[in-house]
């Protein structure tokens, strides 16, 4: 069993369309990192989020961390082929250095 | 350019065989780690090492062994592979107490 569930597992859209990640746990986590990996690369860290109810931004990509600091999104917004990926999450529950991965959304964006 | 280099890219063993997957940092992290990756199962932690001298088990430790031989470098060694071992091993580095920030390329070992 996943301490991190990732949905949806794939997610194949148009260009320019929006669309959303989300990871969730029963665990509470101190901070949540996402990840992007590209075939034969390996992941590029894109944001870590640590508070409640965080949002960041990176030009056209939103993370929110949960108020309860159990789950998070990731929302895209006007997709490019260039966002294509694996995108995964990860966190460490409590105050645990093992960092643990969820299985990963496969986001692809057809031009 | 900085990063994390890991060697080889590619590996086939066959069972009983064994090896040592090498990795190399210059980003001057304190902290070190060994992942593998398998289909439908995200990245696993095998072992980590926060400062030099020094190492942990992780998630998926059985079967593996580290060493963390200075500051920039960090092994894992498969003394007698099982094909149940066949996978994307990847090694990461970050600073002390954070999460690994940059990953290596991965190497692709398989195990027949």
């Known amino acids: 069993t996943q301490l991190l569930e990732q949905s949806p597992q794939f997610l194949s859209i148009q260009e320019g369309e929006n669309l959303t990640v989300y990871c969730n746990s029963s665990s509470v986590f101190s901070s949540l990192q996402w990840y992007r990996q590209e075939p034969g690369e390996g992941p590029v860290l894109l944001v870590t989020v640590v508070t409640g109810g965080e949002v960041k931004k990176l030009k056209r990509l939103t993370f929110q961390f949960g108020d309860a600091r159990k789950d998070s999104s990731l929302h895209i917004t006007a997709a490019q082929p260039g966002d294509t990926g694996l995108y995964l999450c990860a966190g460490a529950p409590g105050d645990d250095y093992k960092l643990s991965f969820g299985a990963g959304t496969t986001v692809t964006v057809r031009a | 350019n900085a990063g994390v280099t890991q060697t080889p890219k590619f590996q086939v063993l066959k069972t009983g065989q064994s090896m040592t997957l090498q990795c190399a940092q210059d980003m001057n992290h304190n902290s070190m780690y060994w992942y593998r990756q398998d289909p439908g199962m995200g990245l696993r932690l095998i072992y980590y090492?926060?400062?030099?001298?020094?190492?942990d088990k992780g998630e998926v430790p059985n079967g593996y062994n580290v060493s963390r031989l200075n500051k920039r470098e960090f092994s894992l060694r498969l003394e007698s592979a099982a094909p149940s071992q066949t996978s994307v091993y990847f090694c990461a580095s970050g600073r002390q107490g954070d999460q690994p920030q940059h990953f290596g390329d991965g190497t692709r070992l398989s195990i027949l």
């Open positions: 090492s926060a400062s030099e001298g020094t190492t």
